[in-house]
């Protein structure tokens, strides 16, 4: 019998977030800081409109690239968040989260061997959706003496005549790194020069913390250079709504919108009613997660640093990326001693890539309780090892 499995797929290793996460369910008393999931319900009103969109009986699909609606709101978000115009008809889709939005979007503009820049430490899921593209992953490795930025030097290195398009990982997930209005300005600059697209992930867009989140989209000459990502996931605790949208030119859009009509069909038509009501009346509920956020990012970051373990100060996303260098083990080493021995879950530096090492995430979307326990362990279990 031949073998029925395809060679690429196969060479691709499953995520490093979620193998912890098994032994978690079945462990008593256990806590996890692993999961980058809101600790918020969705905000009623928003369950609301999803409710009455069933209860009207809106539950036929919608159009491919999705609700009109949705689009619509989507659309004047980015202008009034950004002053950018988009086309709700020709230049945005509705997605099955962000996470399909990269997915479709490398897909509509890869050829085989084309170049993908991935600055990590990043999201889990940028290489595996650039080698199942087609494409050809080159990663370039943040530090943390850069605040985990992506520097002009290091992003000059990294491109070759077969770089075709640079991932923006901002705010980043895992280490909560942010690109300022200089940062971004001379990276839109190279970008131009060497004739690259961009694919910006922001979908932690309303989760910065002192300062106001830019997108690259909004310098000169680069929008029709870039897709735009965002969804609804993490800034209005939608997680199990599966929504995220992109915006970009419109012919990167068409082609995406056609994967999409071919793979998916369309969003879940429910989860698009909320959204339209999320965009409209959501400000307040954003603002209210925020702070809370905010209030448990300075605990972690102050209560890594009490103990020991220096800690970057995030001012992005909902994650801390404390580093464990002195304690002598690996990243994966500490996780899985600490979740033995102290019952505390949390994530190995090197899920996001091989330069992650001597680093952990842990996720403040979590009870400020919770948080006060697992950190109370840690440090019993820092202090064992101490060197």
Known sequence: MRNPLSKTVVGIEPSGIRKFFDIVSEMKDAISLGVGEPDFDTPWHIREEGIYSLEKGRTFYTSNAGLKELKVEICKYLNRRFDLYYDYNKETIVTVGGSEAIDISLRAMLDPGDEVLIPQP?????????????????????????????????????????????????????????????????????????????????IYSE?????????????????????????????????????????????????????????????????????????????????????????RRKYLVNAFNEIGLECFEPYGAFYVFPCIKSLGMTSDEFATRLLKEEKVAVVPGTAFGSCGEGFLRISYAYSIENLKIAMERIERFVKKYKK
């Not at 012919?251 to 009509?261: F, S």
């Not at 009613?273 to 603002?287: F, H, K, P």
């Open 207 to 295: 989760l910065t913390y002192g300062q106001k989140h830019v997108t690259i989209a909004q310098f000169p000459g680069m929008k029709e250079r870039t897709i735009l990502i965002n969804g609804f996931s993490k800034s209005y605790a939608m997680t199990g709504w599966r929504l995220g949208y992109a915006v970009g030119p419109e012919n990167i859009i068409e082609q995406m919108v056609k994967i999409h009509q071919f793979a998916i069909m369309c969003a879940p038509t429910a989860s698009q009613y909320a959204a339209v009501e999320a965009l409209r009346n959501g400000d307040s509920d954003v603002e209210t997660m925020r702070n809370a956020y905010d209030m």
């Open 122 to 202: 990043s999201y889990v899921s940028y290489l595996p959706c650039v080698t199942l593209a087609g494409g050809k992953p080159v990663i370039i490795e943040l530090e943390v003496k850069d605040q985990f930025k992506l520097t002009k030097e290091k992003l000059l290195n990294a491109i070759t005549d077969k770089t075709k398009v640079l991932i923006l990982p901002f705010p980043n997930n895992p280490t909560g790194a942010i690109m300022e209005y200089d940062d971004l300005k001379e990276i839109a600059k190279i970008v131009e020069e060497k004739d690259l697209f961009v694919v910006t992930d922001e």
